[in-house]
C-alpha cells in the first residue's frame, strides 16, 4: 500500500506561522543594527590606525569570545529557557553598543574602549546564536525547514546592506550615530522575541554539577565529530571560514588603498554583497528542492571561488562591487544548505551544545584567517584575496567524498530507495526470536536501555525478533499500516520521504539508530521508506513493548525527542492531531499504559510528567 504524498508546501508557508514571522522581524531589525556597528567600527579603526592588521584586530574582537564562553554558552543554552536568553542578550548587547557611542568619544581610551565593548557584545551574542538556531526547527517543519532558513538569511542579509550602506552614509556625519541606532534595534528585536509563544525543547534533568556540565560538553564535541555527516560539514566550512576570514580584513583595505574607493563607495560594496545573498536567498526559498543540499553547497564553493579571483583582479570599484554581488549570490545556498543539514542532524536536546562547538571552532579558523590578513601589510592584496578565493575549490572538492555529504553518497542513497520496490519482500528472509544477547547488543549501541533490570529486558524482548536482511531490502514502506518499531543492531539503512520522483529528508542510520516509532507510538501509517545499505541485523520490536518502555524517563526522553523531530519533517496528512507537535500533544503518549505493568519503574518517585 502506498498512501499519497501531499505536495511541498509554498516557499512563503512558513510566514503562516506567527512565531517565525516574528522571529523573522527580530532577525531583520537587530541585523540591520549590527551591520552598522560592524562596519562603522570597522571605519573608525581604519581612520585612527590606516591599518588593515588594526583593522582584522577589531573583526577578531568579535571572534575571541567563542574560545572563552562559546562551548559553555551551548551548555547553559540547552539547560535553559531559549527565549529567555534570547530576550536577555538583546538587552545587554543594546546596553554595550550604545556605550560605544560614548567611549569612541573620548580620544585616550577610543579604540581599545572600541575593542572592549566590542568583546562584551560578542561574548553576550555567544548565547543568541545557538539559542536562536535551536529554536527554528520548532517554529517550521522540515519541508519548511530550507525556506524557514532562506529568509532568515534574507532578513539577515538584507538588512545587512541597509546597515552597510547607513554606516558609509553615517562615516560623513556622525559615526556615533549608528551605535545609538544599533542599541534601539535590539531593544525592538527583544520585544519581538517576547511576543513568541513559549518554546518547550528538552532540558536535562539533572544538576549541573561541574561534572555534568564536561560531560555536556564532551557530548556536544563528540556528537559534531562523530557523526559523519556533521564532522564532514565542519571540515568544508573550515576551508570556506579561514578564507572568509582572510577576505573579511582584506576588503576594506583594497577597496580604498588599491581600488581608490571612498568610504560610501565601500558601504555601498558590503551593502551590495548582502543584496546578492538575498537574492540567493530568495532563489533557495524556491528552488532549494531540487538539488540534494551537498550540491548546493558544491555549487555555491565553486561560484564563490570564481567570483573571488574575479574581484582580485577589478580595474576599478565598480567592477569590484558586481563580482562581490555575484559572490554573495553564490554564498546563499552554502549557508541555507549548511543550516538545514546541522539543524536536520542534531539531536532536538543537543543543539545547543552541537551549534556551539560548531561555532566555536569556526570562529577558531576565522581568527586565523583574520591574523593572516595582517600579511596585507607587507604583502600585495590582489595576490592574498586570490589564495583565499582559491581555498574555496578545496572546499568544493572535498565535497564530492566527504562521508555522509559526498554527492555520490546521496545518488547512491536515492537510487537504493527506488530500486527497493523490486527488491525480494522483507517477510521473506529467516526471522528467530530475540534473545537475551541480542538486548545486550542494543543496550551497548543506546545506554538508556542499560539501565533496565532483568525483569524489564525479558519483558521487552518477550515478542521481539531478530530480522537478517540483504543490502538493498525494502524494510519499511510508506503508507504501511504495520506498527512494529525497529532497532539497527547492525548494518546501515537509509530514510526517505517520497516526493514526486524523488526522495526528500533523506537519513542515514547505523547501529544503534532506531525508526518506525512513529506508526508504533500514533497508530498512523508508516511516514517514510526505508531500504537497507547494507547488509543489516535488525530487533523488531511489537508496539506495545515500546510503549511500555516510555514509563522508564530516559528512554522516554530519547524516544520522543527522535518521534517528535521526525514528525516535524513529514507534516504527514494522516496526522492531524499530531501536526504541531508539543510536548502537550504528545502528553497522552507519556502516560503509561496497561502493559507499563510489566516494566516497574526504577523508582517509585519516578513519576511521569
Known amino acids: ?83 529567555k536568553i534570547m530576550i536577555a542578550t538583546c538587552l545587554v548587547q543594546a546596553v554595550a553598543v550604545s556605550l560605544i557611542a560614548i567611549v569612541i568619544g573620548i580620544e585616550q581610551i577610543a579604540v581599545v574602549g572600541l575593542y572592549a565593548l566590542i568583546l562584551i557584545n560578542a561574548g553576550v551574542r555567544q548565547f543568541f546564536d545557538p539559542a536562536h538556531d535551536s529554536i527554528i526547527p520548532e517554529l517550521a517543519s522540515d519541508e519548511e525547514l530550507a525556506a524557514a532558513n532562506s529568509f532568515l538569511s534574507i532578513a539577515a542579509f538584507g538588512s545587512t546592506a541597509i546597515g552597510f550602506a547607513g554606516a558609509g ?10 551605535f545609538v541606532i544599533d542599541a534601539l534595534t535590539f531593544l525592538f528585536s527583544a520585544a519581538c522575541i517576547a511576543l513568541i509563544g513559549k518554546i518547550e525543547l528538552p532540558t536535562p534533568e539533572e544538576d549541573a554539577s561541574v561534572a555534568v556540565v564536561v560531560e555536556n560538553l564532551r557530548s556536544g564535541l563528540s556528537t559534531l565529530f562523530g557523526t559523519p555527516i556533521l564532522r564532514s560539514l565542519f571540515i568544508v566550512g573550515s ?31 558590503e551593502g551590495l554583497t548582502s543584496i546578492g545573498f538575498v537574492v540567493g536567498s ?47 549570490f553564490f554564498n546563499s545556498p552554502a549557508s541555507v544548505a549548511r543550516s538545514v543539514l546541522l539543524q536536520r542532524n542534531t539531536p532536538r536536546e543537543m543543539r545547543g551544545r552541537v551549534f556551539s562547538a560548531f561555532y566555536v571552532m569556526r570562529d577558531v579558523i576565522f581568527l586565523f584567517g583574520m591574523a593572516g590578513a595582517g600579511l596585507a601589510d607587507v604583502l600585495p592584496i590582489r595576490l592574498m584575496i586570490v589564495a583565499a578565493s582559491s581555498l574555496l575549490f578545496v572546499s568544493a572538492a572535498f565535497v564530492l567524498v566527504a562521508p555522509g555529504l559526498s554527492l555520490a553518497t546521496w545518488r547512491a542513497a536515492t537510487a537504493r530507495l527506488r530500486a527497493a520496490a523490486s527488491a525480494p519482500a522483507f517477510g521473506g528472509f529467516p526471522v528467530r526470536p530475540a534473545a537475551l544477547a541480542d538486548f545486550d547488543l542494543l543496550a551497548g549501541h543506546l545506554a538508556p536501555f542499560a539501565g533496565l533490570t532483568a525483569e ?110 521526525r514528525l516535524m519533517r513529514t507534516e504527514a496528512a494522516d496526522l492531524p492531531r499530531l501536526a504541531g507537535v508539543d510536548q502537550e500533544s504528545l502528553r497522552d503518549l507519556r502516560t503509561p499504559r496497561p502493559s507499563v505493568e510489566a516494566l516497574p519503574r526504577t523508582h517509585p518517585s519516578e513519576g511521569v510528567s
Not at 37 to 48: E, K, N, S
Not at 283 to 311: K, T
Request: charged fraction near 15%; hydrophobic fraction near 55%.
Open 1 to 83: 500500500m502506498t498512501a499519497a504524498v501531499a505536495p511541498a508546501p509554498s516557499m512563503f508557508a512558513v510566514f503562516r506561522r506567527r512565531d517565525f514571522s516574528l522571529l523573522w522581524l527580530a532577525q531583520l531589525v537587530s541585523t540591520a543594527g549590527s551591520a552598522l556597528t560592524d562596519l562603522a567600527a570597522g571605519i573608525f579603526v581604519y581612520r585612527q590606525t590606516g591599518s588593515a592588521l588594526a583593522v582584522g584586530l577589531t573583526l577578531m574582537a568579535t571572534a575571541v569570545p567563542s574560545l572563552i564562553v562559546g562551548l559553555l554558552a551551548g551548555v547553559f543554552v540547552d539547560r535553559h529557557d531559549r527565549k
Open 169 to 178: 552614509f553615517l562615516a560623513s556625519i556622525d559615526l556615533r550615530l549608528a
Open 239 to 269: 576551508f570556506m571560514f579561514f578564507a572568509f576570514g582572510l577576505w573579511n580584513v582584506l576588503l576594506l583595505p583594497f577597496a580604498i588603498k588599491v581600488l581608490g574607493a571612498t568610504e560610501f563607495e565601500y558601504g555601498l560594496q
Open 282 to 328: 530568495f532563489f533557495m526559498a524556491r528552488f532549494s528542492n531540487r538539488l540534494p543540499e551537498p550540491a548546493w553547497i558544491f555549487i555555491a564553493m565553486c561560484g564563490m571561488g570564481v567570483s573571488g579571483i574575479l574581484y582580485a583582479a577589478s580595474p576599478g570599484i565598480a567592477f569590484a562591487i558586481v563580482m562581490v554581488t555575484i559572490s554573495g
Open 456 to 565: 524489564q529486558r525479558s519483558a521487552f524482548i518477550r515478542d521481539a525478533q531478530i530480522r537478517e536482511v540483504p543490502a538493498g531490502t525494502q524494510i519499511v514502506e510508506h503508507g504501511d499500516p504495520a506498527s512494529n518499531a525497529y532497532f539497527i543492531l547492525d548494518g546501515a539503512a537509509t530514510a526517505g520521504i517520497p516526493s514526486d520522483d524523488t526522495y526528500r529528508s533523506l537519513s542515514t542510520m547505523g547501529a544503534g539508530d532506531f525508526f518506525g516509532e512513529i506508526a508504533a507510538l500514533t497508530g498512523s501509517p508508516r511516514t517514510a521508506d526505508v531500504v537497507a545499505d547494507t547488509d543489516a541485523t535488525l530487533l523488531e520490536v511489537p508496539a506495545d513493548a515500546l510503549r511500555a518502555t516510555m514509563a522508564v524517563p530516559e528512554i522516554r526522553r530519547l524516544v520522543l525527542s527522535t518521534l517528535t523531530s
